[in-house]
């Protein structure tokens, strides 16, 4: 099949562009809200940029009240936020703290969800316990980009990470990350979702030596 996507003209029950990029890292991101309590909530738009400096961005799309999300809004007024890894243990309260207005009585998306906190070494930034891996960022900027309604209007979040938090237990021998134990929870499309249990590797061709040792670096992400 073939479909122009300014034309939705794909004859599919729904829209399957979501299902074709995938999986998705979510991107569990916490904020401190203005009155001092913790926002978090998953962006599945979120991805690595660079790793020197380590950057990483994610976008938002406004929400269903016509406004640019809390997140967004919190990251540009304190100038900092958190990644937190989500693992398969904590698939359900990340689905939880998707909601887009909090029931009378909770200010606090941290106590809504039944999530425990752990301070940050570096921002003032509340991290999920018993998230595998949370990174402490820094905000860079925002790119804002016009959709072709009001919600699909974005907000691109880029941060500089400058605190990375990995739990002893997913760290092998060899000094590596386990990312098969840790089984993060990622996107697909719809309302589905998929876990990381399996990886296999594969070594690059390979060039000249010298130039081989950058691309080597490059992949690894050493700085």
């Known amino acids: 099949m073939f479909y122009e996507p300014k ?12 299902s074709c990029t995938v999986p998705r890292v979510i991107g569990w991101i916490s904020t401190k809200n203005e009155d001092g309590t913790d926002n978090i909530a998953p962006y599945s738009q979120f991805t690595n940029l660079t790793f020197d400096p380590p950057l990483v961005l994610f976008s938002a799309n406004q929400n269903v009240f016509d406004d640019r999300k809390n997140t967004v809004k919190n ?21 939880k703290s998707s ?21 940050s070494n570096v921002v003032d930034v509340a991290r999920v316990k018993g998230s595998p891996v949370q990174y402490e960022i820094k905000y860079k900027q925002t790119i804002r980009l016009p959709g072709v309604d009001t919600i699909n209007t974005i907000d691109i979040i880029i941060g500089e990470v400058v605190g990375v938090h990995i739990a002893d237990e997913y ?13 993060p929870v990622a996107r697909l499309g719809y309302f589905d979702f998929t876990v990381v249990d399996n990886s296999f590797t594969m070594d690059t ?13 490059g992949l690894e992400g050493k700085v």
């Open 99 to 119: 909601i887009a207005e909090l029931p009378e009585g909770f200010k606090d998306k941290f106590e809504y969800c039944g999530l425990e906190k752990e301070k």
């Open 205 to 217: 061709p390979k060039i000249s030596p010298e130039k081989q040792a950058l691309v080597d670096k």
């Open 7 to 18: 034309n939705n003209d794909h004859g599919l029950p729904k829209n399957p562009f979501k």
């Open 75 to 95: 990251i540009e007024r304190t100038g900092e936020f958190v990644y937190n890894l989500v693992p398969e243990s904590l698939a359900q309260e990340m689905n």
């Open 171 to 183: 760290i092998t021998d060899e000094g590596l990350v386990d990312v098969v134990k840790i089984r």
